[in-house]
Nanobody
Framework: QVQLVESGGGLVQAGDSLRLSCVAS????????MGWVRQGPGKERELVAA????????HYTDSVKGRFTISRDNAENTVYLQMNSLRPEDTAVYYC????????????????WGQGTQVTVSS
């Protein structure tokens, strides 16, 4: 059982950058694969980025490849999402999520979610 708290969202213009942070507590952070899930207006939830327990392997959905970077600091129980070249279609609530032992690079692999942080990108 792990609790997750996101921060770093906000209102920005297209082309700007944001860095989201997620601090975990109540579990052994290094034992969880971590991901960032987003849900935009009128859209389904999607796993935008994920990272293995060691941090060696990452996964990104096609629409953010080359723009977003997920990273983790196991010593600080923190996972980050660096978002560059933001587009209006990136507007969504972004959730930090901790995964299970399998399916680390799929949405169904994540069972513990934070409250979310709003990212709004204007044209």
């Amino acid at each position: 059982q792990v609790q997750l708290v996101e921060s770093g969202g906000g209102l920005v213009q297209a082309g700007d950058s944001l860095r989201l942070s997620c601090v975990a507590s109540g579990g052994t952070f290094r034992n969880y694969p971590m991901g960032w899930v987003r849900q935009g207006p009128g859209k389904e939830r999607e796993l935008v980025a994920a990272i293995t327990r060691s941090g060696i392997i990452t996964h990104y959905t096609d629409s953010v490849k080359g723009r977003f970077t997920i990273s983790r600091d196991n010593a600080e129980n923190t996972v980050y999402l660096q978002m560059n070249s933001l587009r209006p279609e990136d507007t969504a609530v972004y959730y930090c999520a901790a995964g299970k032992t399998t399916g680390w690079n799929t949405l169904s692999g994540y069972v513990y979610w934070g409250q979310g942080t709003q990212v709004t990108v204007s044209s």
